[in-house]
């Protein structure tokens, strides 16, 4: 990023890794719609000559006199959120948070990220997961990021078995998201979303009902569909400040609206006064950012390597030269209706 709207390649020192850190190169990455927002929308401001991305599997180059669980060659699941473990945030249980809020986010965010020849990661021991044989790193790519926060969709939504559930934005978050709230019980899934491939692989994940949003109303959908009663459980992950709107009119009283879309644009979010009870509904709203850490990490390729997911279907774009890397960013801002998420290959 070499400013908000433009991007381009720049020359610059090989990171260096402070006692508890790793450096890293990069055997796989992939673009995200986040980068697009950060970028070309100035979602978090301005940032001039920024190294891109946050989501990288990678061989470890060096490592720092502190670590102790990892060696140069070792290949690596690099988490997209990647927290200070030596932080107060920590003890309060949002590591996400630590030093500030969002602060677990730092690539491309608050230093250079991954498309790089080398990145730096802080906290290796607690930050990195070894890559566990049979699982491809253009595959593992999709835990770092993608997994991870359509996962803390279901988790913040608190589904529980036999539940229904609307997850709004198909699009790789909002897949996990579907493929999550299917593992972890719900019954009724609807996903809404209208592009032919993403379709395809909702239902692939366990969506039981699309809804398209070119035939109507999303709301009057499901309020149809499920004879004026809502849905247990509502997990957005579709852009457009009228979506937690949708979620809570779409929602029971007693159920759980959770966000897991990053908003770029915009100084407000939209509550309906009614549909939310007047503030007396019992419809809870919650957001948050994805969990990072190596045990996070770890967790995720467990479901990946024992068969319980499989996060290939995710990608519909390769690239095999460091010089993609534009080219990929570039898809996920034009978003052809055959894409759900580039990957860059490099090993």
């Not at 990946?304 to 690239?319: A, K, N, W």
Request: net charge negative.
């Amino acid at each position: 990023m070499l400013g908000i709207g433009k991007t381009g390649w720049i020359e610059k020192e090989k990171p260096v890794a402070g006692p508890f850190d790793a450096i890293v190169r990069p055997l796989a990455v992939s673009p995200c719609t986040s980068d697009i927002h950060t970028v070309f929308e100035g979602a978090i401001g301005d940032r001039k000559d920024m190294i891109l991305g946050h989501e990288a599997v990678g061989v470890v180059e060096e490592v720092g006199t502190e670590v102790k669980d990892f060696k140069p060659g070792d290949r690596v699941i690099v988490p997209a959120i990647t927290p200070d473990w030596r932080s107060i945030a920590v003890q309060r249980g949002f590591p996400q948070h630590s030093n500030g809020l969002l602060a677990g986010w730092k690539f491309s965010n608050f230093k250079d990220g991954v498309f790089a020849e080398f990145f730096h990661v802080n906290d290796a021991d607690m930050n990195l997961a070894l890559l566990p044989y049979g699982i491809s790193p253009k595959a593992a790519v999709m835990i770092t990021d993608m997994v991870t926060t359509g996962f803390h969709g279901v988790e913040l939504a608190e589904i529980q078995f036999g539940m229904s559930v609307v997850v709004i934005g198909i699009g790789p978050v909002g897949l996990m998201a579907v493929a999550g709230a299917a593992l972890a019980g719900a019954g009724r899934i609807f996903a809404v979303g209208s592009r032919p491939k993403c379709v395809e692989v909702a239902q692939a994940y366990g969506a039981t009902d699309i809804i398209n949003y070119r035939n109507g109303e999303i709301v009057d959908q499901i309020i149809e569909l499920t004879h004026g009663e809502g849905v247990d459980r509502v997990i957005v992950a579709a852009p457009g400040i009228d979506m937690i709107k949708k979620g809570v009119k779409m929602a029971k009283p007693g159920s759980v609206i959770s966000n897991v879309n990053y908003f770029g644009e915009g100084e407000d979010l939209l509550i309906p006064r009614i549909e939310w009870g007047c503030g007396m509904a019992h419809k809870t709203i919650r957001g948050g950012l994805c969990p990072g850490g190596r045990v996070r990490m770890e967790n995720l390729a467990n479901l990946v390597q024992y068969g319980r997911l499989d996060p290939s279907l995710l990608l519909t774009h390769e690239f095999n030269s460091f010089d993609k890397m534009e080219e990929a960013l570039l898809l996920m801002k034009d978003k052809p209706k055959d894409l759900i998420k580039p990957v860059v290959v490099l090993e």
